[in-house]
C-alpha cells in the first residue's frame, strides 16, 4: 500500500513538472514569435524608406498577431506583446524598441562629413 501512495504522489509531481515545462516553453515561443514579428517590420519598413502605409500595414498585421506596434515620427518602434503561463496564473508583457535607420537619414549624415 505504501508503494502505490509513493507511485501516485511520484506521478503527481511529474505532472506538475511537466504541465510548468510546457508553459515556460510556450512562454518563449510567443517572446520568440514577437522578436521575429519585430524584425521583419522594421527590415520591411526601412526597406520601403518608412512609409506610412507599411507601417500601418504592419501595425495591423501585429494587432491580428495580438501585439502591439507603434512608430513615433522621430522613426522610434515599439511593439508590446503579452505572455503568460497559465499553470502559474502568471500573465506579463514586454516590449521590443529600435530605431528605424532610414537610407535618406544616413546619405544626409554622410554628405555633412565631407
Do not use: W
Not at 507603434?70 to 529600435?98: C, H, I, Q, W
Amino acid at each position: 500500500m505504501d508503494t502505490v501512495i509513493k507511485g501516485y504522489i511520484g506521478m503527481y509531481f511529474l505532472a506538475i513538472i511537466s504541465f510548468a515545462g510546457v508553459g515556460i516553453i510556450a512562454a518563449s515561443c510567443r517572446v520568440r514569435q514577437a522578436d521575429r514579428f519585430f524584425e521583419d517590420a522594421l527590415y520591411e519598413i526601412e526597406a520601403n524608406e518608412g512609409s506610412g502605409d507599411m507601417i500601418e500595414e504592419y501595425s495591423d498585421r501585429a494587432i491580428e498577431e495580438g501585439f502591439e506596434l507603434s512608430v513615433d515620427p522621430e522613426g522610434e518602434a515599439v511593439l508590446t506583446y503579452k505572455y503568460s503561463m497559465p499553470l502559474f496564473g502568471f500573465e506579463n508583457s514586454g516590449r521590443f524598441t529600435d530605431k528605424i535607420h532610414l537610407e535618406q537619414e544616413d546619405e544626409k549624415d554622410n554628405e555633412g562629413d565631407m
